[in-house]
Nanobody, 123 residues
């Protein structure tokens, strides 16, 4: 399995970014895909932000409803997260994964994660 996130960067409050995730090594069309985030430097469990089924049905963390939009392209094995109205509290490292997440017996937490993509929202 490989998960490669991209599209992060520095943006001002109120700005927008679209994150991308290239996925390989899973039966993508059949997987529920999700976006997560975690504050930079934190070792806490990543927060689930949004998830989308293979057929495109999506749901969101209630506090993000209306600002973030998850989508996927099954032909390209890609997942996206469009983020609008960004706030400083959205500053985090963003990750995509399957839901439930990919397991990795060699990892300390038993989970496989990509490198993530960092989003910094300035005030």
């Amino acid at each position: 399995v490989q998960l490669v996130e991209s599209g992060g960067g520095l943006v001002q409050r109120g700005g927008s970014l679209t994150l991308s995730c290239a996925v390989s090594g899973v039966r993508f069309n059949y997987e529920v895909m999700a976006w997560f985030r975690r504050a930079p430097g934190s070792t806490a469990k990543r927060d689930l932000l949004a998830r989308i089924t293979g057929s495109g049905s999506a749901d969101y963390l209630e506090s993000l409803q209306g600002r973030f939009r998850i989508s996927r392209d099954n032909a390209k094995n890609m997942v996206y997260l469009q983020m609008n109205g960004l706030k400083p509290e959205d500053t985090a490292v963003y990750y995509c994964n399957t839901d439930p997440v990919v397991l990795d017996s060699g990892a300390d937490d038993g989970e496989y994660w990509g490198q993530g993509t960092q989003v910094i929202v300035s005030s």
